[in-house]
């Protein structure tokens, strides 16, 4: 089975609207964290929000949300009052700590991305 | 947050010839990684080190490799070019705060191998 899993290839939203990407995880290891990162055409990797599987609230950073729900092992990120900018590639991501190994490393994971347009 | 760098951003370069792309931290950070990405895809990693003088392969096999002889320096190097060897190449490294470690990365290296 995969472990991170986005269902959306590609996603278009309308100037100033709210979008919602969807990430789905596969995991047994009860400690995780989940990550979103944003890479624009430009090719570089940005960090957006994470969220750690024992953290009780949802995480936000400014306009980017994430909407948590364990029990259906989902991480949606929702970018509100969508901008020109934001338009790039949205990657879905997760550690998990069972994979640490004698250095300290724990695997991370990378999904195949949903490509976001904002349309003006 | 980290500050990374890599050079070059772009190389077009032809089959056969030795190639070393070049990462760099300001942050003091132990672990750094090497990514591979074709476009529009997800990302593979292909080495990683805990620190100074320890590196590791990834995931994904590569025929490139990496040294670590400095805390804030990860180069890679392809020994002979070649055409499946184009793609872009992304550095991370990250440090554990608490519960929370997160990578962060470089602005990446296309590589073109004609």
């Known amino acids: 089975a995969q472990k991170i899993t986005q269902t959306q290839p590609g996603m278009f939203v309308q100037e100033k609207e709210a979008v919602t990407l969807d990430c789905t995880y596969d995991?047994?290891?009860?400690?995780?964290?989940l990550f979103w990162y944003k890479q624009p055409s430009s090719g570089e990797m940005i960090f957006l929000i994470y969220?750690?599987?024992?953290?009780?609230q949802n995480a936000t950073e400014g306009r980017y949300s994430l909407n948590f729900q364990k029990a259906r092992k989902s991480a949606n990120l929702v970018i509100s009052a969508s901008q020109l900018g934001d338009s790039a590639m949205y990657f879905c991501?997760?550690?998990?700590?069972?994979?640490?190994?004698?250095?300290?490393?724990?695997?991370?994971?990378f999904g195949t991305g949903t490509k976001l347009q904002v349309i003006p | 947050e980290a500050d990374i760098y890599q050079t070059p951003r772009y190389l077009v370069i032809g089959t056969g010839k030795k190639i070393t792309l070049e990462c760099s931290q300001t942050?003091?950070?132990?672990?750094m990684y090497w990514y591979q990405q074709d476009p529009g895809m997800e990302l593979h990693l292909i080495h990683y080190?805990?620190?100074?003088?320890?590196?590791e392969k990834g995931d994904l096999s590569s025929e490139s490799t990496v040294s670590r002889i400095r805390t804030e320096h990860f180069p890679l190097t392809l020994e002979s070019a070649r055409p499946s060897h184009t793609s872009q190449y992304l550095c991370?490294?990250?440090?554990?705060?608490?519960?929370?470690?997160?990578?962060?990365f470089g602005p990446g290296t296309r590589l073109l191998v004609l």
């Open positions: 991370a490294s990250s440090e554990r705060q608490g519960w929370q470690e997160t990578q962060y």
């Open positions: 995991t047994s290891d009860p400690s995780y964290g």
């Open positions: 969220q750690g599987s024992y953290d009780q």
């Open positions: 991501a997760m550690r998990e700590a069972s994979t640490k190994n004698s250095g300290g490393y724990q695997k991370v994971t």
């Open positions: 942050m003091g950070h132990d672990k």
């Open positions: 080190s805990y620190g100074v003088n320890s590196t």
